[in-house]
């Protein structure tokens, strides 16, 4: 029999089940605070907990059921996690410290149903999704990593939802993770700190857009025009570029006055980056009327994916034709290619035999 996970469960649920047990509800605060507000992963360390209880828990649940496989940190300071689950499935974390704020990416999927042709990622499939409780015990470990066990994150933490996996294939679960999140006898990381990506799951931006306590929403173009996005992202023969477009303006007329959604567009080199397709794509934006930001990532090369990055004076010319024409265009810097933990990296690699030769000797592989 599984054991239940416990850090996939709403406080509302461990009250149930530990009523179940025969315990007052104010021992569910206490474990939900234990796990998620404390970041405790294991009953023996809940002292203010009956031993009794904490040998029928530790009999009958379980806390973290992911496993560390590999930790990987960058030159530039970002960390890569690689998580196997109980079935052992792969789960890739990124931690990405930055000047103000870090920023946790974390997985929605074990691997990815969708082909987009310049991500590592679509090369596993989809394995399968995530639960609840894995998705929020990814950002447990990471901060617990980061900054000690329990110890408050000191600026506060950005979550997104850009790691392995199509979020919005997974949407249930996401939002339940998110809602675990925002509690405030917990983690309590707001959803206005959090940016789900997608790749333009039509029908759930829509629903997106219904949901009033809801995260940011990212959405990756990568072209500007049907031809092109048919090739780059498949998913675009199911949803093309009009329809996308229209939920995305849907989803506009739900944001609050200063909100604003963003676009992300992968810089591929002599692929989607000419001055024409920097036209196109922002006549496709105004033809929409979209109060939207573009954030133009430089593709992370991997092997075996046939694209170069565009070299940074055509990703800055790109920027510049968008911003003529009145669009909002911002360059991300790339974070941790070096330990394969940027965008379009991920697909748990590990092992010195699976890891491409291309990966400089500053990898270090530390457990
Ligand atoms: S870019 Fe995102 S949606 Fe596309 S294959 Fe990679 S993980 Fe999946």
Redesign the pocket.
């Known amino acids: 029999m599984e054991l239940m996970h416990l850090i996939g469960l709403t406080q509302t649920e461990l009250t149930e089940l530990v009523g179940s047990f025969g315990e007052p509800a104010y021992r569910a605060r206490q474990i939900f605070s234990g796990m998620q507000a404390r970041r405790l992963m294991s009953f023996a360390e809940m002292t203010d907990l009956p031993k009794e209880l904490r040998g029928k828990l530790s009999d009958e649940t379980v806390i973290p059921t992911l496993t560390l496989e590999s930790r990987y940190v960058s030159t530039d300071g970002t960390r890569r996690y690689l998580f196997k689950t109980r079935d052992k499935y792969p789960v890739e974390t990124v931690f990405i410290p930055e000047e103000h704020r870090d920023t946790i990416c974390f997985s929605s999927q074990s691997g990815?149903p969708?082909?987009?042709t310049?991500?590592l990622?679509?090369q596993l499939g989809l394995l399968r999704n995530l639960t609840p409780g894995e998705i929020v015990e990814q950002i447990i470990f990471a901060l617990n990593d980061a900054y000690g066990v329990g110890v408050a994150t000191p600026r506060g933490t950005n979550l997104v939802a850009m790691g392995?996996?199509?979020p919005f294939l997974n949407f249930e679960n996401l939002m339940k993770a998110i809602r675990i999140m925002n509690d405030p006898a917990g983690l309590h990381i707001v959803p206005n700190r959090i940016t789900v990506?997608t790749?333009g799951i039509v029908p759930r931006i829509r629903e997106l857009a219904t949901i009033p306590n809801r995260p940011h929403l990212a959405v990756?173009l990568a072209a500007p025009t049907d031809e092109l996005r048919d090739e780059l992202?498949p998913i675009n023969k199911k949803w093309p570029i009009d329809e996308l477009m229209s939920a995305c303006r849907e989803f506009e007329k739900s944001l609050k006055p200063n909100d604003r959604f963003t676009f992300e567009y992968v810089m591929l080199r002599g692929v989607n980056d000419s001055d024409e397709q920097a036209r196109q794509l922002a006549n496709v934006i105004n033809r929409y009327r979209l109060r939207a930001k573009v954030n133009l990532i430089p593709h992370n090369p991997a092997e075996p994916l046939p694209y170069e990055p565009s070299s940074m004076t055509r990703v800055e010319t790109f920027k510049r034709i968008l911003e003529s024409k009145g669009v909002h265009a911002f360059i991300r810097r790339p974070r941790g290619r070096d330990i394969l933990a940027a965008c379009?990296q991920?697909a748990a690699r590990s092992t010195a035999g699976e890891v491409p030769a291309s990966i400089p000797t500053s990898q270090r592989r530390i457990a």
Do not use: I, N, Y
């Open positions: 990815c969708l082909q987009c310049f991500c990622t679509a392995a996996g199509e990506s790749a990756s992202m379009g991920l």
